[in-house]
């Protein structure tokens, strides 16, 4: 008890844990291949199929042990994480975006507009994320830049959606009102007045939304419509290590591993911010 | 009710319609068909003969009219590598996606069901601790990783069952786990907190003031008012199910839709994708509308209401 009455308030009930995931996880995404044990694209037929260290054959210089290849898999498993982390933040970036201003404009003029967003909603609804990939990888190339279209395309909807339900309650409140009779112009009242009250919610759903983007990520790699060699990402890995999985089973259970780590932390963390900042939120 | 009801499917048709214009207007993005068929030392003439006898001079407006007509009469073109209808071979691997989508649903509720009852019961217990922790990690483990981790662990080592193929039991149990692993979080809250409000109301008060044994309430009078927020959900599962198939069936060489249309994207046989993304779309679309459809046959009280 004596040590827990010297946090203060606003750090109780962090989620330590989570936050050193995703710490580990953006360090590595930045760092480039210097601060990696070993380089990722290193072959070594010598090497290939070595365990993980505590097995019989296993051996420290390789920990996590080595893929098909020879290559080292716990280096690959952390510059894979730039690929996660480059297409998460384009992907809250964009799809956050877009669908912010998109449920600013309808919640807050509502009418026709309103009812011609609700039907695009309605329609992009209508269509299994993987499908609408699957067709978009049919038509482009696959590729990081395709893997960010799909998802922006995706979740622009969400956002929109929950975006429009708060505007159309807070411009109801007097102060939009007072602002609207004192002559403030439009434009000033949405970016103003009503984005700071909507801010929370982003912040929040663009967390929860991180770990949804880093399995789909891995989703569309795995199947070959995303992210191309010799570029690593962690679905990519598994989509490789699939045809080994007679030989060696660490190949199958490390990059998994390394997704379910990095989804957890950014679920439990967006837990937290959400109970913190939006409760109102917990449906989601 | 029957006011509601017309505007719902209204609705409905205007997604389908909504989703066909999206996949033509994709589809377009993949450039000129005509570089694909004609080789490359083809004349200028040939490029406007074939183009002209394929529709493609036509205005973009007008090609999505002779598109959606011919795809209102089923007719999505022949699958360059089959060599049949696409939409034939659609329909052909249809009852097998079904299938494994009926099966992961099934596997989901009766993991979901115990799961929540047992949680709103002793809230806090370990039930309710284990449960809330497998629902964390479920909803961090991609569908076809667990797939993965399933074949390393019941066909490698243990040799139990089939790692792929399309066959007798044993070779669905895998697919419809890893298809039904990911909603059993969602579906385990929704019990859960039905549950609670359930026990919490006054008939169930009365009930156990009443000396009823407590494994009848539970199990009978309270599961079947909380059942109905689940029930009425299903169809929105299926729909999930439908859109996981294409990764689990992929894994498990299922011969469904999703496998079907995944290897059409890589042998750019684009009528299959086509007739494949759309389909899906429109099964999406109705077992959506099923969910407002059994709201009222569950729950009369709502029926009059609308």
């Known amino acids: 008890m004596t040590v827990r009455r010297r946090i203060p308030l606003w ?20 760092g480039g291949d210097d601060i990696l044990p070993a380089d990722p694209n290193q072959l070594n037929l010598a090497d290939a199929f070595r365990p993980p260290f505590w097995a019989a054959n296993g051996s420290v210089d390789n920990p996590l042990g080595t893929d098909n290849l020879g290559r080292d898999i716990l280096s690959r498993i952390l510059a894979g994480s730039r690929i996660s982390v480059i297409v998460a933040a384009y992907a809250i970036v964009f799809s956050g975006g877009i669908g912010a201003l998109a449920g600013l404009v309808a919640g807050y003029f509502g009418g026709v507009v309103d009812a011609v967003l609700m039907r695009l909603i309605e329609i992009q609804q209508s269509i299994p994320s993987i499908a609408l990939a699957l067709i978009i990888a049919a038509a482009l190339e696959p590729g990081l830049s395709t893997v960010i279209f799909v998802i922006v395309l995706t979740y622009w909807a ?19 009102a007072f602002a609207r009779v004192a002559g403030v112009g439009t434009p000033t009242i949405l970016m103003r007045h009503l984005l700071p009250n909507i801010f929370n919610t982003l912040i929040v759903l663009a967390t929860l939304q991180v770990g949804q983007v880093i399995l789909f990520e891995a989703s569309l790699s795995f199947l070959g419509l995303g992210i191309q060699q010799p570029d690593i990402s962690w679905g990519l890995m598994l989509a490789d290590a699939r045809q080994y999985i007679t030989n060696a089973w660490w190949a199958i259970t490390m990059p998994g591993i390394a997704i379910m780590l990095t989804c957890l932390s950014a679920n439990v963390f967006g837990d937290w911010l959400r109970d913190r900042l939006d409760p109102r939120l917990r449906q989601l | 009710m029957s006011r509601f009801l017309l505007h719902r499917l209204l609705q409905g048709l205007v997604s389908i319609v909504g989703a066909s214009i999206v996949i033509f207007l994709i589809s377009r993005l993949s450039g000129d068909p005509v570089q694909i068929l004609l080789p490359s030392d083809a004349t200028p003439e040939m490029i406007a003969e074939t183009r002209r006898t394929l529709g493609l001079d036509l205005p973009l407006w007008h090609q999505y009219v002779i598109f959606a007509w011919d795809a209102l009469r089923g007719d999505f073109g022949r699958s360059y590598r089959w060599q049949m209808p696409a939409l034939r071979l659609i329909l052909d691997r249809l009852p097998a996606t079904i299938l494994l989508a009926v099966c992961g649903l099934i596997f989901s509720v009766a993991v979901a069901v115990p799961v929540g009852v047992l949680s709103a019961v002793r809230p806090g217990g370990w039930t309710d601790r284990v449960g809330r922790i497998f629902a964390m990690l479920g909803q961090a483990m991609p569908a076809f990783w667990v797939g993965l981790l399933l074949i390393l662990l019941f066909a490698v080592q243990l040799n139990w069952l089939p790692a792929f193929g399309y066959g007798g039991v044993s070779h669905i149990i895998m697919p419809a786990i890893a298809l039904g692993w990911y909603p059993v979080a969602a579906q385990t809250r929704i019990v859960r907190s039905a549950m609670r409000d359930v026990l919490d109301s006054d008939y169930i008060r009365l009930s156990r003031a009443l000396g009823t044994p407590e494994r009848w309430i539970v199990w009978k009078y309270a599961l079947r008012n909380a059942a109905v927020p689940l029930l009425t959900m299903l169809g929105v599962y299926f729909a999930a199910m439908l859109g996981g198939a294409f990764v689990v069936e992929t894994i498990f060489a299922w011969p469904g839709v999703g496998r079907t249309v995944v290897e059409a994207v890589f042998s750019r046989d684009f009528p299959v994708v086509q007739a494949g993304v759309l389909f899906t779309s429109i099964l999406f679309v109705l077992s959506n509308l099923l969910v407002d459809l059994t709201y009222g046959i569950v729950d009369p009280r709502i029926r009059d209401d609308r």
């Open chain 1, 11 to 30: 750090l109780r009930g962090v989620p330590w844990l989570a936050l050193l995931v995703l710490a580990v996880v953006g360090i590595c995404a930045i």
């Open chain 1, 158 to 176: 969400w956002y929109a959606r929950i975006i429009r339900g708060e505007v159309m309650t807070l411009k109801g409140r007097d102060y939009i």
